[in-house]
């Protein structure tokens, strides 16, 4: 483009105009990156279900449990290649301050169905020979310092008492968003020290042949526990993860809310700045549409200019996130990890370079209309 | 040879017929030009003279088509330009017009080299081309030590003449100068006219000025004066009419 440095040159004619403009535009995608990545670390499990896994809770209420007979019938429904199951567990370790999530697990299947938790072959063997034994992830080892062979002591809330815990092996996720913030433990420890709720679980994990079968195997399962004590409700991992999510409220919509208003805010600050501009110039304006430069290249002008510092401005933003990010997600553990995607830093700096032009548009199309007598007239 | 008697033959430069412009303001009718006739042939140099309010620069403006007349015709070279449209209008103004203005309108952030190479951002030219065109241009005007200097680097008089190279850097087919020396001191206007001068001289450029300075004008060939919207008469200055 020829016209790059007229457009520079404009753009570092009011430097200190210039810098505040690329400034908001750095703090909404600064905003924008932050909230991406609490969105994410919110939406991480739900976004990590894995597509062939169905959840089943107690129809009354997720914190009610199911009968740990179900997981043999649960096996002879047609379509299904492996069941596991969980129970919350709820400890505190040192500090309630020091929340991560714990699960009592069957030490058997767990990390079958859940193939995406990568353990080595070595930490598999001690998280099966030693009943105490547990798994940590790998944000929480990082978190607290956990090693193989360390002890983690639990105070129990849901089942009082002390209980401890060796630490077998440390897990990672196979995806980046995977969540390895909890720990896993063996279940048949829980049910030997626990002084209520033998014999039941918190809920299933049911692992399909067929993802595509999920809809008819939902049915197949709800309709077998049906008119029970315990009835069931079975749902994708993702919906159930969702549920999670929303009984934190709605905070998709607070941080689109909160998105929206702060972008909304700088399309009319952005505009207004390059409507003062435009004004200021409309003397220089004319004097290049005298010289033969048209109404659309006046007007492509000025939405560069606007592009450049909402890009510059949206850049920076972003990778200042970026760079933060780690940072709060080792502050806020108990939302999982908190990163900015690919698609979510393109689809910011899109947003950044829309927002540019949005704002550009208005004062472009004044240049662009600008008469070039009457401007003359005014200098 | 220049005539405003409107019977000038085909073979003028500029030809403008029955040219009217009027402006409303309010509720009020301004007759500005009033059934003008102008015959300017290739290398005339013609100053246009008149009082304040007279329609000078209005005339200018619709020679050089920044603005369109109520009604008549202007052709140049050939080229009715009051039947084109704005955007053919936007790009003739770039091939055939050099404009320069009494505040000498240069872009405060860009350097006199820059400033000149303006027009030729407009057209097929390879860098290298466009710097060739810059410094011959620079070099008429007899300021290619400036080339990198800002306009507030540089004096009205030197700002003037980067205005100058910038309206010949596209070798136009005519050049208009509004009040060129209007914002000058008198050595400083002297040089300009000079530099105009020799453009109709050595480089055998059409020149039309609009100025209140008669020194100004009586380096023309030809001063014509403009009152309420009228040419009134032709005067011969150096040549003749």
Same mark, same amino acid.
């Given at each position: 483009?020829?016209?790059?440095?007229?457009?520079?040159?404009?753009?570092?004619?009011?430097?200190?105009?210039?810098?505040?403009?690329?400034?908001?535009?750095?703090?909404?995608?600064?905003?924008?990156?932050?909230?991406?990545?609490?969105?994410?670390?919110?939406?991480?499990?739900?976004?990590?279900?894995?597509?062939?896994?169905?959840?089943?809770?107690?129809?009354?209420?997720?914190?009610?449990?199911?009968?740990?007979?179900?997981?043999?019938?649960?096996?002879?429904?047609?379509?299904?290649?492996?069941?596991?199951?969980?129970?919350?567990?709820?400890?505190?370790?040192?500090?309630?301050?020091?929340?991560?999530?714990?699960?009592?697990?069957?030490?058997?299947?767990?990390?079958?169905?859940?193939?995406?938790?990568?353990?080595?072959?070595?930490?598999?063997?001690?998280?099966?020979?030693?009943?105490?034994?547990?798994?940590?992830?790998?944000?929480?080892?990082?978190?607290?310092?956990?090693?193989?062979?360390?002890?983690?002591?639990?105070?129990?809330?849901?089942?009082?008492?002390?209980?401890?815990?060796?630490?077998?092996?440390?897990?990672?996720?196979?995806?980046?968003?995977?969540?390895?913030?909890?720990?896993?433990?063996?279940?048949?420890?829980?049910?030997?020290?626990?002084?209520?709720?033998?014999?039941?679980?918190?809920?299933?994990?049911?692992?399909?042949?067929?993802?595509?079968?999920?809809?008819?195997?939902?049915?197949?399962?709800?309709?077998?526990?049906?008119?029970?004590?315990?009835?069931?409700?079975?749902?994708?991992?993702?919906?159930?993860?969702?549920?999670?999510?929303?009984?934190?409220?709605?905070?998709?919509?607070?941080?689109?809310?909160?998105?929206?208003?702060?972008?909304?805010?700088?399309?009319?600050?952005?505009?207004?700045?390059?409507?003062?501009?435009?004004?200021?110039?409309?003397?220089?304006?004319?004097?290049?549409?005298?010289?033969?430069?048209?109404?659309?290249?006046?007007?492509?002008?000025?939405?560069?200019?606007?592009?450049?510092?909402?890009?510059?401005?949206?850049?920076?933003?972003?990778?200042?996130?970026?760079?933060?990010?780690?940072?709060?997600?080792?502050?806020?553990?108990?939302?999982?990890?908190?990163?900015?995607?690919?698609?979510?830093?393109?689809?910011?700096?899109?947003?950044?370079?829309?927002?540019?032009?949005?704002?550009?548009?208005?004062?472009?199309?004044?240049?662009?209309?600008?008469?070039?007598?009457?401007?003359?007239?005014?200098? | 040879?220049?005539?405003?008697?409107?019977?000038?033959?085909?073979?003028?430069?500029?030809? +403008?017929?029955?040219?009217?412009?009027?402006?409303?303001?309010?509720?009020?009718?301004?007759?500005?030009?009033?059934?003008?006739?102008?015959?300017?042939?290739?290398?005339?140099?013609?100053?246009?003279?008149?009082?304040?309010?007279?329609?000078?620069?209005?005339?200018?403006?619709?020679?050089?088509?920044?603005?369109?007349?109520?009604?008549?015709?202007?052709?140049?070279?050939?080229?009715?330009?009051?039947?084109?449209?704005?955007?053919?209008?936007?790009?003739?103004?770039?091939?055939?017009?050099?404009?320069?203005?009494?505040?000498?309108?240069?872009?405060? +952030?860009?350097?006199?080299?820059?400033?000149?190479?303006?027009?030729?951002?407009?057209?097929?030219?390879?860098?290298?081309?466009?710097?060739?065109?810059?410094?011959?241009?620079?070099?008429?005007?007899?300021?290619?030590?400036?080339?990198?200097?800002?306009?507030?680097?540089?004096?009205?008089?030197?700002?003037?003449?980067?205005?100058?190279?910038?309206?010949?850097?596209?070798?136009?087919?005519?050049?208009?100068?509004?009040?060129?020396?209007?914002?000058?001191?008198?050595?400083?206007?002297?040089?300009?006219?000079?530099?105009?001068?020799?453009?109709?001289?050595?480089?055998?450029?059409?020149?039309?000025?609009?100025?209140?300075?008669?020194?100004?004008?009586?380096?023309?060939? +030809?001063?014509?004066?403009?009152?309420?919207?009228?040419?009134?008469?032709?005067?011969?200055?150096?040549?003749?009419?």
């Amino acid at each position: 483009m020829k016209s790059f440095r007229l457009v520079w040159a404009n753009l570092r004619r009011k430097k200190v105009r210039t810098t505040l403009t690329i400034g908001s535009f750095t703090v909404a995608l600064f905003l924008f990156g932050l909230l991406a990545a609490i969105r994410m670390g919110f939406r991480g499990g739900a976004d990590a279900a894995g597509a062939d896994r169905l959840d089943v809770i107690n129809r009354v209420s997720l914190i009610l449990p199911l009968p740990l007979s179900y997981r043999d019938r649960l096996l002879k429904v047609p379509g299904i290649a492996g069941v596991t199951y969980a129970t919350w567990f709820g400890g505190v370790y040192q500090d309630e301050r020091n929340f991560f999530p714990q699960f009592a697990v069957d030490k058997d299947t767990w990390f079958d169905v859940y193939a995406d938790y990568v353990v080595s072959p070595e930490g598999r063997d001690a998280f099966m020979k030693d009943r105490q034994a547990c798994m940590v992830g790998r944000s929480l080892a990082k978190r607290f310092g956990f090693k193989v062979g360390d002890r983690i002591p639990l105070r129990g809330t849901i089942w009082a008492g002390s209980w401890e815990f060796n630490v077998a092996g440390v897990y990672d996720g196979s995806r980046p968003e995977a969540d390895t913030s909890g720990m896993f433990f063996r279940d048949d420890y829980l049910e030997e020290q626990r002084a209520f709720g033998k014999g039941t679980v918190g809920w299933y994990v049911v692992k399909l042949i067929n993802p595509d079968d999920a809809v008819q195997i939902t049915k197949a399962i709800d309709g077998l526990f049906a008119n029970s004590p315990f009835e069931t409700l079975t749902q994708t991992e993702k919906a159930f993860a969702a549920s999670f999510v929303k009984q934190m409220g709605n905070v998709e919509l607070l941080i689109m809310t909160i998105g929206s208003v702060v972008f909304f805010t700088l399309l009319l600050v952005t505009g207004n700045t390059m409507a003062i501009a435009v004004r200021e110039r409309s003397g220089e304006l004319a004097v290049l549409k005298t010289v033969g430069f048209s109404d659309v290249r006046v007007l492509r002008l000025i939405l560069a200019e606007a592009i450049l510092i909402a890009g510059q401005g949206g850049l920076i933003g972003l990778a200042l996130a970026k760079f933060v990010i780690p940072g709060l997600s080792r502050a806020l553990p108990m939302l999982g990890a908190l990163y900015i995607s690919p698609p979510t830093f393109v689809a910011g700096f899109a947003l950044a370079l829309g927002v540019g032009t949005a704002a550009g548009l208005l004062p472009a199309i004044g240049a662009m209309r600008l008469k070039v007598v009457d401007a003359l007239r005014r200098i | 040879m220049v005539r405003i008697d409107g019977k000038g033959n085909g073979a003028a430069l500029v030809r +403008v017929r029955n040219l009217d412009k009027k402006y409303t303001r309010g509720n009020e009718e301004i007759h500005v030009l009033q059934g003008l006739n102008l015959d300017v042939d290739a290398g005339d140099f013609v100053a246009f003279m008149g009082p304040s309010g007279s329609g000078k620069t209005t005339l200018l403006n619709l020679l050089g088509g920044l603005d369109l007349p109520t009604s008549g015709s202007i052709t140049v070279a050939g080229d009715e330009i009051t039947r084109m449209s704005a955007g053919k209008l936007t790009s003739w103004r770039a091939r055939h017009v050099g404009f320069i203005f009494q505040l000498y309108n240069l872009i405060p +952030v860009l350097t006199a080299f820059q400033n000149v190479e303006l027009p030729l951002l407009l057209t097929k030219l390879s860098k290298a081309e466009r710097r060739k065109h810059v410094e011959t241009a620079l070099a008429i005007v007899g300021l290619t030590d400036r080339m990198k200097h800002f306009p507030r680097q540089l004096s009205g008089g030197q700002e003037q003449r980067v205005a100058i190279a910038r309206a010949i850097v596209a070798d136009p087919t005519f050049l208009l100068c509004d009040e060129p020396t209007g914002d000058l001191d008198r050595r400083s206007a002297d040089e300009i006219m000079d530099i105009i001068d020799r453009l109709v001289k050595e480089h055998g450029k059409t020149v039309l000025i609009v100025s209140h300075d008669p020194r100004a004008a009586e380096r023309a060939r +030809v001063v014509l004066h403009l009152d309420k919207g009228v040419l009134m008469e032709a005067a011969k200055a150096g040549g003749g009419a």
